[in-house]
């Protein structure tokens, strides 16, 4: 859905500034593709490193690793059906946990060392590989999966039997009074704790970036999404369904898609460091533009793959997601679950 006004985003950013370099031009393809963030692919020249998530739109460098997510959903979500909320929530503190792995191996470029590293180029790979690639968030995917199926079972019953649900139900009802006190007040709990984050552990943070850029943000996060989902917190019915935020969040991707593309054009256009003004309206602009965007990009094409959806179209993207479910069915762990 997001892919139009991503490439409208790439388009306008090459019209205003284009490639410099061979590096930058044979990056395009790989952009416009969203497969910019798939491998680590820096160069470097006398004065600066140039890789190629962060080049062109660099804040679409996520949307690209998304790809490979999205190719793996499906499966991953049939796996959680068959699981435990014990070995769902076991999963999620081990994805949390893990993220210590990245900060273990990006700190003062410690994988470099051990690797024996001399290149200048080489820290640089790694950090990308961590900060930039699927191998540094595929934990925090799974984690988010895994958290999808314990607001399944502790927020949601069977709507005919009434109970827990099973690999047979057909609908689900919210329950939301069976969840945890600490989920039904997710966004209260984890807005508090990350407060207490920011206020009174900022040196901690600063020194475990790597940690908590790649994952130690998940307790909070959980807290915050399931809260959100089950529906009772204050904070979800007061603050999220207002219409200003309802309207906000349509356009919140697109606001931090857009915001250096927009940031660019006026600064070459009417300049920035000195200009008062566009930097005034600068955040106007972008809220405008990215309704615009959500308005008349996005929104047809939601409608069209509605559309399609309802015919039961095939696009390329339905059948690789088809063979990625076609090779994990064929998985031991699989059929063990049949």
Excluded at 57 to 80: D, H, K, Q
Excluded at 192 to 218: P, Q
Excluded at 239 to 265: E, K, N
Excluded at 292 to 302: I, S
């Amino acid at each position: 859905i997001i892919y139009p006004a991503f490439f409208l985003s790439l388009l306008l950013k090459v019209t205003y500034a284009p490639g410099r370099t061979a590096f930058d031009w044979a990056m395009l393809p790989l952009h416009a593709l969203l497969l910019q963030s798939w491998f680590p692919i820096c160069t470097a020249s006398e004065t600066s490193i140039s890789c190629s998530p962060w080049m062109y739109n660099g804040e679409a460098w996520f949307l690209s690793v998304l790809v490979i997510f999205w190719l793996c959903l499906r499966p991953l979500a049939e796996f959680f059906r068959r699981r435990s909320l014990a070995f769902s929530s076991a999963t999620l503190a081990f994805c949390w946990a893990f993220s210590y792995v990245f900060q273990a191996f990006g700190r003062e470029d410690r994988l470099a060392e051990w690797l024996g590293c001399e290149d200048r180029l080489c820290p640089f790979v790694i950090m990308v590989a961590i900060r930039a690639t699927p191998v540094g968030y595929f934990h925090v995917f799974v984690a988010g999966v895994a958290s999808a199926r314990i607001f399944m079972l502790t927020a949601t019953r069977d709507a005919e039997s009434g109970e827990r649900i099973t690999m047979g139900t057909k609908r689900v009802v919210l329950a939301e009074h069976n969840a945890p006190l600490v989920l039904r007040f997710g966004c209260c709990a984890g807005y508090l704790a990350y407060a207490v984050l920011v206020l009174g552990a900022t040196a901690w943070i600063e020194t475990h970036y790597y940690f908590f850029h790649n994952g130690g943000m998940l307790p909070v996060m959980v807290l915050v999404l399931i809260g959100a989902a089950i529906g009772k917190d204050p904070i979800t019915v007061w603050v999220f369904r207002s219409r200003p935020m309802l309207t906000l969040g349509r356009i919140s991707y697109l606001q931090y898609l857009m915001q250096h593309v927009l940031q660019g054009w006026i600064k070459r256009t009417f300049g920035w460091e000195d200009n008062h003004t566009a930097k005034v309206l600068f955040l106007p602009a972008l809220l405008l533009f990215s309704y615009c965007c959500q308005r008349w990009v996005e929104k047809p094409y939601t409608e069209y793959q509605r559309w399609r959806q309802e015919r039961g179209v095939k696009g390329c993207d339905d059948r690789a997601i088809a063979r990625v479910e076609a090779v994990t069915a064929k998985l031991p762990s699989q059929r063990r679950g049949q």
